[in-house]
C-alpha cells in the first residue's frame, strides 16, 4: 500500500528549480509511476508527511510563522537600491549637454 495520500484539489502551486542526486531523482520518478502521479505530487506529499513528525521543527515553526522564501534575484536587487538616486540616462545627459541623441 503507497504512503503517499490521493490526490487533493485547489491547492496553488509554486515553481520550483531545484537539483538532486541522480538516485533520488531514479527513485522520485519510479515512485510517481508507481502510485500514478506526478514527480511534483509526490514531492509534495514528502514534504508534508516527513516534516509533519519532526515535532521539534512544529514547535520552532509555530514561534517563527513569517515566510522564509527568498525573494527572487530581480526583487533583492531592488531591495539594495532603496532611495538611492537614479543616475541620469545618456538620453537625459546628451539633452543637456546640447548633443542630439
Known amino acids: 500500500m503507497p504512503l503517499i495520500k490521493p490526490r487533493t484539489r485547489g491547492k496553488q502551486f509554486i515553481r520550483l528549480i531545484s537539483r538532486l542526486d541522480r538516485e533520488n531523482n531514479e527513485t522520485l520518478h519510479a515512485y ?10 509526490v514531492l509534495n506529499q514528502l514534504l508534508e508527511t516527513v516534516l509533519a513528525k519532526d ?8 514561534e517563527h510563522s513569517e515566510s522564509y522564501v527568498p525573494l527572487p534575484r530581480r526583487d533583492q536587487k531592488q531591495a539594495g537600491k532603496i532611495n538611492r538616486p537614479r543616475a541620469a540616462s545618456l538620453t537625459h545627459a546628451a539633452a543637456a549637454s546640447g548633443v542630439a541623441g
Not at 32 to 41: N, Q
Not at 55 to 62: G, T, V
Open 32 to 41: 510517481a509511476h508507481f502510485i500514478g502521479e506526478s514527480a511534483e505530487y
Open 55 to 62: 515535532k521539534e521543527f512544529i514547535a520552532w515553526r509555530a
